[in-house]
């Protein structure tokens, strides 16, 4: 805009000059028609930015890391008259706070006119996507409006899935009358209530809660608890790491989720909620699968002071599967006493740059050692 006003005031002294040394009806035709030229920009800006909107939205809710999104913005404009635009779109990531900022400008024609933008992440994390600042123009650049920047769309970056050539060598078993229930599913115990509803079609009348419907005007039934299976739990740590460390973190742990489903074993991946309280959740299908990769990314990190989700669940009541996989990128976790001193099998997958030998104990204790490499890493496994 300010490059558009020079030129602009150059030109108007560069005219009153020629009309002051060639005095006649042309030059001074020139000058005030170049003297009438903002009154008329302005006009046009105002016209052709009346009711100028950005209506922006991307096509799906999800996407695995380095995928191009596709982000569509739609300009409109109740009239057709051409007018110059300029916005700034902001892709911020909230779990590792890094901001991405392109610029766009150009010439919108017509009442309505879609601008398709490719935006790829290197992270995995919920991603906010919006408009930061949007303005229309006259054609020289000489005013500028503020317009409509349209809606904040948020899309989920997921983990990447790797194939893992492995086997199942025991398989875990199950006991549906354990003690402890999901806490993000219902199921058909009734010794556990999950939640109380009011009641809708399909529902069964056996699960009216009458002391409840007999003091309100509607009717209510009870949801029941969903048992935990006594199986496999993966366990993610969530001290802070790099970036790149804790993308692999998240591929391992999906890799390693659908290399069970694959082999018809359900598990469990245990998660810290933002209150620091642990949540067990039951996989049994890809749905579960990638519901919990959505949650392990709104997971609250810690530093290596702070008392990290391997103390918590190695002291909670949780502990008692028939084995537990930790992933994590500490690699002094191996001498944790005790992740050593469990009665039950623990395999640990540690993300590391650096080049080491996988090594296992005769207390049921075994380490991996992984690197971006997953696939290679972890071929043979057997669990």
């Not at 108007?12 to 035709?29: M, P, Q, R």
């Not at 009734?190 to 005007?217: A, M, V, Y």
């Not at 502990?319 to 191996?334: G, P, Y």
Request: contains cysteine.
């Amino acid at each position: 805009m300010i490059v558009g006003k020079i030129v602009y005031i150059l030109v108007v002294l560069l005219i009153f000059g020629f009309s002051i040394l060639y005095i006649d009806n042309l030059a001074v035709v020139m000058l005030c028609a170049c003297l009438m030229l903002p009154i008329f920009l302005a006009a046009v800006l105002l016209i052709g930015s009346y009711k100028m909107k950005f209506n922006p939205n991307t096509l799906g809710e999800s996407f695995y890391r380095e995928d191009e999104i596709t982000y569509k913005i739609v300009i409109e404009k109740f009239f057709g008259l051409p007018i110059g635009y300029k916005f700034v779109l902001c892709v911020e990531n909230k779990y590792t706070n890094e901001t991405q900022l392109r610029k766009f400008q150009g010439i919108a024609f017509g009442k309505k006119q879609e601008i398709t933008v490719k935006i790829k992440s290197e992270h995995c994390g919920h991603l906010k996507i919006y408009i930061k600042r949007a303005k229309a123009f006259d054609y020289l650049k000489i005013f500028g409006k503020s317009v409509n920047k349209g809606e904040t769309c948020e899309v989920i970056v997921l983990p990447n899935i790797i194939e893992i050539d492995g086997t199942m060598v025991t398989m875990p078993t199950f006991d549906d009358e354990g003690n402890q229930y999901s806490k993000t599913k219902s199921g058909d115990d009734p010794s556990e209530i999950f939640d109380i509803r009011q009641f809708k079609d399909g529902d069964d009348p056996r699960r009216i809660h009458w002391n409840l419907s007999g003091r309100t005007d509607d009717y209510f039934v009870k949801e029941y608890g969903q048992p935990l299976m006594n199986s496999i739990v993966i366990l993610l740590d969530n001290q802070i790491g790099s970036t790149s460390m804790q993308d692999i973190l998240f591929d391992l742990l999906v890799s390693l989720s659908n290399f069970l489903l694959e082999n018809s074993v359900g598990h469990i991946v245990c998660k810290q909620d933002e209150d620091l309280s642990l949540n067990l959740c039951s996989i049994t299908d890809e749905e579960e699968l990638f519901e919990t990769a959505d949650g392990l990314l709104s997971m609250p990190l810690v530093n290596n002071s702070e008392k990290s989700i391997l103390d918590d669940f190695l002291n909670s009541e949780y502990n008692r599967h028939s084995h537990l996989i930790f992933v994590t990128a500490n690699e002094s976790s191996v001498n944790n006493p005790l992740l050593r001193q469990q009665v039950i099998p623990v395999t640990e997958m540690v993300v590391t740059d650096k080049v080491k030998e996988n090594f296992a104990t005769e207390d049921n204790f075994r380490c991996f050692y992984v690197n971006n490499d997953i696939q290679a890493n972890l071929a043979g496994l057997e669990l």
